[in-house]
């Protein structure tokens, strides 16, 4: 039995399993899976790329965490994001670390975020996935406050889809996955 304190060890963290990731509410990649963590944030202002999102560890940027993918660096040499995203119908285990990690994991002033992806087994294993994102699922979205076309000394509120225009998206996604041996005990 594991104590309840490791003595031999400072990192903080969490250790997320399949059956963990399966009861939370996440996106449709493993980055949407470490906000959970106390002290990491997705903030819209510290990344790079197109998106300029990015995972704040600690108040430390994007560019200041490292990616692991099965503990293979993916972290982006450029803007320092990960490099590789991972579907979370592929993961196994996401292993967080926040501070107190091992020399292994140097580079980092963030985080470290390494992804076990799933593999075969003994037994023969599937499952069927779907699916939906789209405007029927949102709410009633704000109304803008901008200036008055007729006075533009005056501030007034429009209607989002008068402001932006309708928009009616719909976007169904399916896929399937299978897992077992090809020999067993062996391959």
């Known amino acids: 039995e594991a104590p309840l304190i490791d003595v031999k060890s400072a990192s903080q963290g969490l250790d997320m399993s399949r059956d963990y990731i399966n009861k939370l509410p996440k996106g449709r990649n493993f980055i949407s899976l470490v906000t959970i963590v106390p002290g990491v944030n997705d903030e819209p202002m510290l990344g790079g790329g197109e998106t300029g999102r990015g995972i704040s560890v600690d108040g430390a940027s994007e560019g200041e ?19 590789q995203r991972v579907n979370y119908d592929f993961v196994n ?17 963030g985080g470290v975020i390494n992804v076990i ?21 949102e709410g009633k979205r704000r109304n803008i406050l901008t200036r008055d076309w007729d006075d533009s000394s005056k501030a ?32």
């Open 65 to 83: 965490n490292v990616y692991f993918i099965d503990g293979t660096d993916t972290t982006n040499i450029v803007i320092g994001r990960s490099g």
């Open 93 to 109: 285990e996401v292993q967080f670390k926040s501070s107190g990690y091992q020399a292994e994991f140097g580079g980092s002033v």
């Open 117 to 137: 992806t799933r593999s075969g087994s003994n037994e023969f294993h599937g499952e069927i996935l779907g699916y939906y994102s789209g405007t029927a699922l």
């Open 156 to 187: 007034v509120y429009m209607a989002y889809d008068d402001y932006y225009g309708k928009s009616d998206i719909h976007r169904v996604e399916g896929g399937f996955g299978l897992g077992g041996y090809i020999v067993k005990d062996r391959l």
